[in-house]
């Protein structure tokens, strides 16, 4: 089972980016996926998360309204589309997935399988 992360690269404020997470491998479903993202010297942080379904989305407070995640099942992809971003976004992005269910979607230990990381730089 692997994630691969794609899509982030160099942007200015106030610019966008759209990063993709693929899912291979899989031979069953998975729960809700999430993306985090980790800056040098900071621990890896919650961003915004989906459930199975699409129906449901978390945000963390500081992205909302500029970032919207999103799924393709029948792809097996998650995306996140950026907007508006700031030099603060600057970081590492991962993708993740929870296969068992978890009940919480902002903490690092509830997901199972993690993507390589995606480098998204915002210049001011």
């Known amino acids: 089972v692997q994630l691969q992360a794609s899509g982030g690269g160099l942007v200015q404020a106030g610019g966008s980016l759209k990063l993709a997470c693929t899912a291979s491998?899989?031979?069953?479903?998975?729960?809700?996926s999430g993306w985090f993202r980790q800056a040098p010297g900071k621990e890896r942080e919650f961003v915004a998360a989906?459930?199975?379904?699409?129906?449901?989305?978390y945000y963390e407070d500081t992205v909302k309204g500029r970032f919207a995640i999103s799924r393709d099942n029948a792809k097996s992809t998650v995306y996140l589309q950026m907007d508006s971003l700031k030099p603060e976004d600057t970081a590492v992005y991962y993708c993740?997935?929870?296969?068992?269910?978890?009940?919480?979607?902002?903490?690092?230990?509830?997901?199972?399988?993690w993507g390589q990381g995606t480098q998204v730089t915002v210049s001011s």
């Open positions: 491998g899989l031979t069953r479903r998975t729960y809700k």
């Open positions: 989906i459930t199975w379904s699409g129906g449901a989305t």
């Open positions: 993740a997935a929870d296969l068992y269910g978890r009940s919480w979607y902002d903490r690092v230990h509830e997901y199972d399988i």
